[in-house]
């Protein structure tokens, strides 16, 4: 199938290559009331990601090549997007033994992340980073100093005090980057630090790169859009004021995600890095819960944003208050996720997207199970109208755009 460029041209539609997404979660085995393989790779193509990568913080975590290969042979129906696999770095992601890392390679792994969890122990992260350079592949580590962390619930700072809510301060995140830089400077490894989410993260992985370390990092769309006022019912972006803002209510738990919305100075900080390159990539963390897991006190429900469907327009927000440029963005959902990974971006993958078409996120039109989003009720701006994976249109937002990409 060819694609006719002229026709999106046409109408005011971009086409940019299909984004790569670095963080996905797609809770099978185990969790399938919060979404399967096959609805996680629905989500995507609506959201215009052709690849996926699939964390493996399922249960049983993805710590053997056999499981490994099993979900690899389900992921290849067509349909949805494309998934690849991420494994755990240590057995049952519990941070005392490693997994076979070499072993889970050869079976297909694309890198290694106990996401959700940092390695804790600093001895057995230097093992695994070890391990991961001979095995060519990246570690995607979530940076947190579980000790500093502890209890919280959101970001520690005036906003929690308010709330009467447990924070988890910045520097829980930014001294595990700071280890994690050491060690991966030791081990000579490659490392991918997932969802920075503070001024200070990002200024350290500046400095590590300026030093010519091997570092990248991604962060999320909610902390590219959202502030820790989220948690207290604000429903203002960070470039938009609030009085134009439409309110939401405080303590819902759709707003508590690890690690958690931050500052409006981290949320620019964030921004910044995308712009100077620091930030190689924008990555969904997509997390989705089925709704007995959020639909709970705060402090009780479980951390994350189901975030395929809505990254889009969430970045493109960013761009319109120029913030960065398109073309940083789009590099940052395209070629940066892949080159972090050390793949080649597939070919003929595409997405058309409608910058300026206005939705508006329902609970029963997203193709992900889990709901669990603040945005739902709120107006977003872009749209992606068209999906391509090798050629083949998977995914058609407005009628006839399908026949319009395969018509020469
Ligand atoms: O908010 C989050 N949700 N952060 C993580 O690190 C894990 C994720 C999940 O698996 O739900």
């Not at 930030?279 to 007995?292: F, M």
Request: proline share 5%; glycine share 10%.
């Amino acid at each position: 199938m060819s694609f006719d460029r002229r026709v999106f041209e046409a109408k005011g539609y971009l086409v940019v290559p299909g984004f790569v997404d670095l963080h996905t979660h797609l809770r099978e085995p185990g969790f399938e009331d919060s979404e399967t393989i096959e609805t996680g790779r629905r989500a995507a193509l609506r959201g215009g990601f052709t690849t996926i990568c699939a964390m493996p913080n399922t249960e049983p975590a993805v710590d053997s090549p056999g499981l490994l290969k099993e979900l690899i042979g389900r992921g290849h129906d067509v349909g949805g997007a494309r998934v690849l696999f991420v494994a755990a770095i240590t057995r049952g992601r519990k941070g005392r033994e490693l997994a076979d890392m070499v072993e889970l390679a050869q079976a297909g792994a694309v890198a290694f992340s106990d996401d959700g969890s940092p390695v804790e122990d600093a001895r057995l992260f230097r093992s695994a980073l070890e391990y991961a350079r001979a095995s060519g592949r990246p570690i995607i580590e979530h940076a947190q100093d579980l000790a500093l962390s502890a209890k919280g619930v959101m970001h520690e700072g005036s906003v929690s005090a308010r709330l009467g809510l447990p924070g988890m301060p910045a520097a829980a995140e930014e001294a595990a980057v700071a280890r994690d830089l050491a060690l991966a400077r030791l081990a000579g490894a490659r490392l991918h630090l997932t969802h920075l989410s503070t001024a200070g993260s990002v200024e350290l992985v500046r400095h590590a790169k300026a030093d010519g370390e091997s570092v990248t990092c991604d962060v999320t769309p909610h902390h590219l859009a959202m502030t820790d006022e989220w948690v207290a019912g604000s429903r203002a972006f960070a470039w938009e004021g609030e009085d134009r803002a439409p309110r939401g209510v405080p303590y819902d738990s759709s707003t508590k995600v690890n690690p958690p919305l931050r500052t409006r100075a981290d949320v620019r900080a964030l921004w910044a890095g995308l712009e100077d390159r620091t930030v190689d990539a924008i990555a969904t963390d997509h997390a989705p819960h089925s709704s007995v897991k959020k639909d709970v006190e705060f402090d009780q429900a479980a951390f994350g944003i189901s975030g395929l469907e809505s990254a889009l327009a969430l970045v493109l927000g960013g761009v319109r208050a120029g913030w960065a440029p398109l073309e940083t963005v789009i590099d940052a959902l395209t070629t940066g996720p892949a080159r972090a990974l050390g793949i080649d971006r597939p070919e003929g993958d595409w997405v058309v997207i409608d910058r300026d078409a206005e939705w508006m996120p329902r609970a029963d039109e997203l193709a992900s199970k889990g709901k669990n989003t603040p945005l739902i009720g709120r107006t977003l701006i872009g749209r992606v109208v068209a999906t391509v994976v090798a050629g083949e249109v998977r995914y058609e937002g407005v009628v006839g755009v399908a026949e319009a990409i395969s018509r020469r």
